[in-house]
């Protein structure tokens, strides 16, 4: 199995060890050993909940800081549509973009661009009718990680596109080079992200060999500086827009579902509803729905951890923005780019697998089975584990001991006690002169 | 002996949120030993069938699931009022079903013809007022064409 990359860190020294990341993370990919937090690698999916939970903010993001711009001789800033929702009273989003030029970017490429082209390249891959129905899209990337280690039979349902931000950095890596004659690797395409699932997505990503994204920032970190740039009038008088309504709605869940004017859609957010939508999938229980949009993250993207605003006030702000826009501004031509579309097959990681013979994997479950039932039952997740369960399967595949639960420790101390007392009376009474008062 | 595992379960009668458990407890059982995405899927969608079909028509039941290495056998055994014609009812479209559970999407008639297309293996025994049992088996290793 090839080694996980993740966007979520630990800091050591806040962890308490408490249990409240265990018992949230959906994959159930956290166990506390030793006290501290630790990520099972091949069963997280970066969804970003235990950044979500942690009391401690212990769990951190991984981005890249802002200095990584230094990196390059020109500099490309890709705004995600969700960073149009993070400002109060605004309804230009010309203002948006001029202050990222004039924080430094030589230019700007909207993600929103490229979410219309993949829009469209939908559109006319659905009319063809050559994918598996529901198609289930595949820009978030947390729920590809999630269908490749949980959902193998829904992989080929998974749309063969590239995320938009994926394809904004290779037009806008294109462009660039040449708008300048200067060579791709001194160009550098900055995605402005709401999303810390995209960091792993580039460093590891599905779908294709090399991800042509050089750097992740986060919008929180983005932000203070805009806001220094963003007073009207301010900036060159250049226009920078380029997308439309569509584009934009990207930016909270089912906007991509509605760019594909088909009725026939469900589009769902949060994790848990996700994972709901995707085991009803699995069983077929979905019959008339053409296309599926699913979203890690409550409210889609705009309740990424990287975010500034309330997911829900920024889904309102995002609507706000692109009330005067047009319908939409990009469309991919007669065929579809060859650059949009997937250029790796998924593959499925069988990471729930306990062995790769079955019968030994058959041997091991019963052995679950039957662990579990000395456990109490209340899934308390003292030991480490977010539930019995976990925690048997643990004991077989060889990661903890069936002490580790608190209450077979009592039973064990209770019955010591009770052997202890059993022989009070048979024990030689201790001679009087050689007690110490 | 061969390796086998056994699971049981008792399907409550009249309850369509509960629908589903066992078959997804089975589901989540079968991708731990590791079989093939489709045998998985073959499994389920049968399994869910049954189950639905023991929640509307039979009030409840029991589903013993035993998994080996070859196969994986599922009895599923209800007290219902049974099935009167059983050829009619593995013909797809016919259905007993009453209006409010068709309004719920259920009741289309395809129960048994599903069953039957996603196993290798189906019986169904049926007396009239004692219920039914209907046995369905997959193979791990597919002796036929992929249902698609």
Redesign the interface.
């Known amino acids: 199995m090839s080694e996980f990359f993740h966007s979520v860190t630990l800091d050591q020294d806040l962890c308490h060890g408490c249990i409240n990341c265990v018992k949230r993370c959906p994959t159930e990919a956290i166990r506390v050993r030793d006290g501290k937090a630790k990520i099972l690698s091949d069963r997280c999916i970066d969804c970003g909940e235990c950044i979500r939970i942690c009391p401690h903010h212990a769990k951190k993001p991984i981005f890249d800081p802002l200095s990584v711009m230094d990196q390059y001789k020109y500099t490309v800033a890709l705004p995600a549509p969700s960073l149009y929702g993070q400002f109060n009273n605004l309804d230009d989003v010309e203002i948006i973009l001029r202050a990222l030029i004039d924080m430094g970017f030589d230019a700007v490429f909207e993600v929103s661009r490229a979410a219309e082209l993949v829009s469209d390249a939908t559109r006319k891959m659905l009319s063809e009718g050559q994918l598996p129905r529901p198609v289930i899209s595949s820009a978030c990337p947390a729920v590809v990680r999630l269908v490749r280690v949980?959902f193998?039979?829904l992989i080929q349902h998974l749309l063969p596109l590239q995320a938009p931000v994926e394809v904004a950095a290779r037009l806008a890596k294109k462009e660039a080079a040449e708008r300048t004659g200067l060579p791709p690797e001194k160009i550098g395409c900055i995605f402005i992200s709401p999303c810390a699932a995209k960091v792993t997505a580039v460093k590891m990503p599905l779908g294709t060999i090399k991800s042509a994204i050089d750097g992740v920032v986060a919008i929180r970190d983005v932000y203070p500086q805009m806001l220094r740039y963003m007073k009207e009038g301010v900036g060159s008088g250049e226009e920078y827009l380029s997308s439309g309504r569509m584009g934009i709605g990207w930016g909270s869940s089912g906007g991509e579902s509605a760019a594909l004017l088909n009725d026939r859609y469900l589009a769902a957010d949060g994790i848990e509803n996700v994972i709901r939508v995707l085991?009803d999938l699995?069983?077929?229980?979905l019959g008339s729905v053409d296309f599926v949009e699913l979203n890690a993250c409550s409210g889609g993207c705009v309740g990424g951890v990287l975010t500034v605003e309330n997911p829900y006030i920024a889904k309102a702000k995002l609507k706000r923005v692109r009330k005067y826009l047009p319908v939409s501004c990009n469309r991919v031509g007669d065929g579809i780019p060859r650059q949009m579309k997937f250029d790796q097959e998924i593959q499925?990681e069988?990471v729930?697998?306990?062995?790769?013979d079955?019968?030994v994997?058959?041997?091991?479950?019963?052995q679950?089975?039957e662990i579990s039932h000395q456990f109490s039952g209340l899934d308390c997740a003292a030991c480490g584990a977010p539930s019995c369960k976990a925690l048997a399967e643990d004991v077989v595949r060889g990661y903890n001991t069936p002490d580790a639960c608190v209450f077979l420790l009592k039973n064990k101390m209770q019955s010591l006690a009770n052997a202890a007392c059993e022989q009070e009376g048979k024990i030689p009474a201790v001679p009087l002169g050689d007690r110490r008062e | 002996m061969s390796q086998a595992i056994s699971f049981h379960y008792d399907v409550p009668g009249d309850d369509f949120t509960r629908a589903g458990e066992a078959s997804s407890g089975v589901k989540k059982a079968l991708k731990q030993v590791g079989l093939a995405p489709d045998i998985i899927r073959n499994v389920a969608i049968a399994m869910y069938e049954g189950e639905i079909n023991m929640v509307i028509h039979a009030g409840g039941g029991q589903i013993d699931v035993d998994i080996t290495p070859d196969a994986v056998r599922m009895v599923l055994k209800d007290q219902g009022p049974g099935i009167k014609d059983i050829s009619l009812a593995m013909q797809e479209g016919w259905s007993t079903a009453p209006d409010d559970v068709r309004s719920l999407g259920f009741g289309a008639g395809m129960g048994l013809p599903n069953m039957k297309k996603y196993t290798d293996e189906m019986t169904v025994e049926s007396t009239v007022g004692v219920g039914t049992t209907v046995t369905m088996t997959v193979f791990t290793h597919p002796q036929r064409e992929a249902v698609s």
């Open positions: 949980r193998p039979d085991e699995e069983d077929e229980k499925y069988p729930l697998q306990l062995d790769e079955i019968t994997a058959l041997r091991k479950l019963s679950i089975e």
